[in-house]
Every structure is written in C-alpha cells, then in structure tokens.
C-alpha cells in the first residue's frame, strides 16, 4: 500500500486527545470516539462502536509526514499502554541515571545520559577533528591536589533545602536565571578563592533536586555574589535553557552532568557524556547546546555542543583500570563541546583519589584522531527538549530487537501472523527474506513526531516480488 492509497485513518492528534481526553488505562478507549474511527472494509465511518481491547477492527493512523501506524487486535492493547505511559507527564517517570547527592542528574532519557555509540558519525567529522587538533592528545582537566593554589578540576557544593538563598547579580542578566541562589558563603570555587580563571560555581539543592551554576562568580562584602551568568536546572526535568541563552557554560549547557567524578570511575562505570572545551569553535550550536561564542565562521570548525566518541577499535587494554572507565564512556556515551578553552582538555571533578602523573601520561596517549564527530540529530525528540529517542530498532511484542532483519528473522518463533513493529530512526536497512528477494526500509521514523509512536509494521506473512521493493513507512501485507 503506498500513502496516496491509504483511505482510512484516525489522525495522530486524535488519536493522542482521544487518550487524553478519557484518561485512558491499559485496556480499552471509551466509547464516544467511534466517529473518528473508519473501518478499513469500507468507505463510511463507523457509528455508535467501542474501540476497545479485541476490538476486530482495524485503523490506520496518517500523519502529515506521510507516516503509518497499523493497529491490529494483537498489538492494541500493547500500544494503548504505551501510548499511555508516555503521554504522563513528566514527573512518572523514573530515573536511572547517574545520580549525585540524592538526585539524578537528569532523566535517564535525557541526551547527556545517551548512548550515542551506534550513531552515524558526522559527515564533517574528519574537518571537525583536524580544527581541534588531529595529533593533539587528550588532558585530564581534574585531578588531586591543587594547582596555582586552587583544586585542580571544577568542585560542586551540595546543599540541603534549607540553606539560605542570597541575592545575586549578573553581568549578562537578560540570558540568566534571576536569583536568589543557596550559594553558600564557603562554596567551593573552580581554581579556588584567589582564582582569576573560570570561577565557577556549582551548587546542588539535595532535597528540590535543583542544581545552580554560575561563572566568573565572585563573593561580595555584604554577603551577596556578582557572577558573569547563571543559570537554573531542575535535574528532574529535560527542559533546555531558551534557545540563544547561555548558562554558566558558553554552551547553555549544565556543568556537573558532564564532569567525570572520582566516585563513578571508582565504580566501574561512568553512564554518561563527558564535558571538554576546544580553542577553536565556530559560530553556531547544535543540539542540546543553545548558545554559541566568538566570532569564527569556519565551516570546518564544529559548533557549539557537537559531539565526538572515542573509535570502537581503539585498543584501551594498555590502560590502567580507572582511565579503561574513561574511555569506554568515550565510546559508549562520548564528549560534548561545552566552551572555549584548550584542546581536548576534559572536564573533571577534584578529587584526593586522582593519580595525576597517571592521568596526564595516558590521557596524552589518545589524541584526536582516535576520535570522530557523531551526528545525534537523529535522537531530537523536541528541540527545546533534552530527551532523546532511545527505542530498540523493531519490537515483537515487548521483546526488542537491534535491528529490523533480527525481528524480522525472529516471526517463525511466533504464532502467525507475527507482528514487527519498527521503531528505527533515520534508519536505512536492507532486509533479505526467502527467495532472494530484498526490501529496503528507508529514512525510518522522526523521534520527535508524535512521541514517537509511529510504526511501520511487517507482518508475518510478507511475501514481496522479485527484486527490490522500498518501504516508506507503510504496512503491508
């Protein structure tokens, strides 16, 4: 079926308020939407029916991207919970990120906390590291001790709900959070009390979850702070800053989330992006970044908040176990570009169990070109959102599959007729079934439209002729 011939549909917005609008629950719609609904066997809608759990009928969603939904009675009910479940706000769901002080440091699907090793890498990936510097090795921007009398790295300060907020003023005021800030008059400042460098200063409100971070942060005599920005983030939200503002960072970013933190190498296992700074940035951001610095309009330099990963084939056994932990983040969840600074210098956390000559000495033995840039436009659910689409590539049932030729491979197991439903995005996967013959499922879904529900479905039966045939996101039979 090709999208000018599908007839019959229930539109996404419908069917989202039709959920909505009846509070729906695991198992059924209530009556009342049926006038929505057109039976696929004929031209009319039908009146005075229930689309409910078992319900024989079956619709065909449309969108005006031309993508397709097929819901039938063995999959309705699996649909109806997730439609669900992700339509409840916010506050429902769960996190399972990191977690510092008590508090996640954002939601487990928020983008910092994203896998990002099986994206496609950025098609300006070998310019983008060759501005950076291709021969330049990494540097541990944290360790122990102190360094021009400052802790070496960027502290954060954790606060219960009850200390005092003070007043605060801001040079670039029109793109910070207005204060008052539980900045407390002891806080711990990157480079220290004397510092003249960044100055920032991160504090985290343990018991509202609320984490503050300012730059160029300066106490005053009667008790306030004078800081160059600040801003706000609620570590229970995926909001991004407005779009155009900075934050504490010259990326709009937050700070703590991207710090690589003693305690979690220690654990075997960092779970999120890694914070780091180049010297040459050009004009421009990508997303979750929402601000850019300087003046440089370079196409070959990266914008603000690209990311890169470490290469899956580059060799860590040599390394010591805490910088293996290091580096598999860099593979796994990779870095962001966050501010201007030097090359490859990765952000960290001061902290007494760091081994500075260890850090340094293997750090300087992975350079740039053991690098590549990722292109994550793909993961955008919204972009004033931090979420990032996530899904498996194809489900049966509730059972996922990383790719779409696995499920499809996996439908004998299953009574007929077996339903895959694909979830992939931007996703471009050639699928060979009996007899030689060849389908192509091209450019997938956009995570971001209708909270990604959108599938395109295989069923068990497929038969198709010989040769190739594309599939646009369609059902077919």
């Given at each position: 079926?090709?999208?000018?011939?599908?007839?019959?549909?229930?539109?996404?917005?419908?069917?989202?308020?039709?959920?909505?609008?009846?509070?729906?629950?695991?198992?059924?719609?209530?009556?009342?939407?049926?006038?929505?609904?057109?039976?696929?066997?004929?031209?009319?809608?039908?009146?005075?029916?229930?689309?409910?759990?078992?319900?024989?009928?079956?619709?065909?969603?449309?969108?005006?991207k031309s993508m397709r939904t097929y819901v039938s009675e063995r999959t309705?009910?699996?649909?109806?919970?997730?439609?669900?479940?992700?339509?409840?706000?916010?506050?429902?769901?769960?996190?399972?990120?990191?977690?510092?002080?008590?508090?996640?440091?954002?939601?487990?699907?928020?983008?910092?906390?994203?896998?990002?090793?099986?994206?496609?890498?950025?098609?300006?990936?070998?310019?983008?590291?060759?501005?950076?510097?291709?021969?330049?090795?990494?540097?541990?921007?944290?360790?122990?001790?102190?360094?021009?009398?400052?802790?070496?790295?960027?502290p954060y300060n954790i606060v219960p709900g009850t200390q005092e907020k003070?007043?605060?003023?801001?040079?670039?005021?029109?793109?910070?959070?207005?204060?008052?800030?539980?900045?407390?008059?002891?806080?711990?400042?990157?480079?220290?009390?004397?510092?003249?460098?960044?100055?920032?200063?991160?504090?985290?409100?343990?018991?509202?979850?609320?984490?503050?971070?300012?730059?160029?942060?300066?106490?005053?005599?009667?008790?306030?702070?004078?800081?160059?920005?600040?801003?706000?983030?609620?570590?229970?939200?995926?909001?991004?800053?407005?779009?155009?503002?900075?934050?504490?960072?010259?990326?709009?970013?937050?700070?703590?989330?991207?710090?690589?933190?003693?305690?979690?190498?220690?654990?075997?296992?960092?779970?999120?992006?890694?914070?780091?700074?180049?010297?040459?940035?050009?004009?421009?951001?990508?997303?979750?970044?929402?601000?850019?610095?300087?003046?440089?309009?370079?196409?070959?330099?990266?914008?603000?908040?690209?990311?890169?990963?470490?290469?899956a084939g580059f060799d860590i056994a040599a390394f010591s176990s805490d910088?293996?932990?290091?580096?598999?983040?860099?593979?796994?969840?990779?870095?962001?570009?966050?501010?201007?600074?030097?090359?490859?210098?990765?952000?960290?956390?001061?902290?007494?169990?760091?081994?500075?000559?260890?850090?340094?000495?293997?750090?300087?033995?992975?350079?740039?070109?053991?690098?590549?840039?990722?292109?994550?436009?793909?993961?955008?659910?919204?972009?004033?959102?931090?979420?990032?689409?996530?899904?498996?590539?194809?489900?049966?049932?509730?059972?996922?599959?990383?790719?779409?030729?696995?499920?499809?491979?996996?439908?004998?197991?299953?009574?007929?007729?077996?339903?895959?439903?694909?979830?992939?995005?931007?996703?471009?996967?050639?699928?060979?079934?009996?007899?030689?013959?060849?389908?192509?499922?091209?450019?997938?879904?956009?995570?971001?439209?209708?909270?990604?529900?959108?599938?395109?479905?295989?069923?068990?039966?497929?038969?198709?002729?010989?040769?190739?045939?594309?599939?646009?996101?369609?059902?077919?039979?």
């Open positions: 079926m090709s999208p000018d011939k599908a007839k019959y549909w229930v539109t996404v917005w419908e069917w989202h308020k039709m959920l909505w609008d009846n509070k729906c629950s695991e198992t059924s719609l209530t009556a009342g939407n049926s006038a929505m609904v057109k039976d696929r066997r004929c031209e009319g809608p039908l009146k005075g029916i229930s689309l409910t759990q078992g319900e024989k009928h079956r619709a065909l969603m449309y969108s005006e309705f009910s699996l649909i109806v919970a997730l439609l669900c479940c992700i339509l409840m706000p916010s506050g429902a769901i769960s996190a399972t990120g990191p977690i510092v002080g008590g508090c996640p440091l954002f939601l487990a699907d928020n983008i910092w906390n994203t896998e990002i090793d099986a994206l496609p890498a950025d098609a300006n990936s070998s310019a983008y590291i060759s501005a950076i510097g291709s021969s330049t090795g990494l540097h541990p921007d944290f360790g122990s001790g102190s360094w021009d009398g400052g802790p070496i790295g960027i003070v007043a605060i003023t801001f040079t670039y005021a029109d793109e910070s959070d207005p204060g008052p800030y539980p900045i407390p008059p002891d806080a711990l400042i990157e480079g220290g009390s004397g510092s003249a460098g960044d100055r920032h200063v991160l504090v985290l409100d343990k018991d509202a979850c609320i984490l503050y971070e300012t730059w160029s942060t300066y106490p005053q005599p009667d008790g306030t702070w004078q800081a160059g920005s600040g801003a706000v983030f609620d570590l229970r939200s995926d909001a991004l800053r407005p779009s155009g503002w900075t934050s504490a960072d010259a990326a709009g970013l937050p700070i703590l989330p991207g710090l690589v933190r003693y305690d979690e190498v220690a654990s075997g296992e960092i779970r999120h992006a890694i914070r780091f700074t180049a010297p040459r940035i050009r004009k421009a951001y990508v997303w979750p970044a929402r601000h850019y610095a300087g003046s440089i309009t370079v196409a070959n330099d990266p914008p603000m908040g690209q990311r890169f990963r470490l290469r910088v293996q932990v290091i580096l598999n983040a860099m593979k796994k969840y990779g870095i962001i570009l966050a501010d201007i600074g030097s090359a490859w210098y990765i952000s960290g956390v001061p902290d007494p169990g760091w081994n500075n000559d260890l850090l340094v000495s293997e750090f300087n033995r992975v350079h740039g070109s053991d690098f590549e840039a990722v292109d994550e436009s793909s993961l955008t659910v919204n972009p004033d959102s931090a979420e990032a689409c996530s899904q498996p590539a194809a489900l049966i049932g509730s059972i996922p599959y990383d790719s779409v030729a696995a499920a499809y491979s996996a439908v004998g197991s299953y009574s007929a007729p077996a339903t895959v439903k694909v979830l992939g995005t931007n996703l471009t996967e050639s699928l060979d079934f009996d007899a030689g013959y060849n389908a192509i499922l091209q450019g997938g879904y956009d995570c971001g439209f209708a909270n990604r529900l959108l599938y395109s479905i295989l069923r068990g039966s497929l038969t198709l002729g010989s040769g190739t045939t594309e599939l646009d996101g369609i059902e077919i039979e």
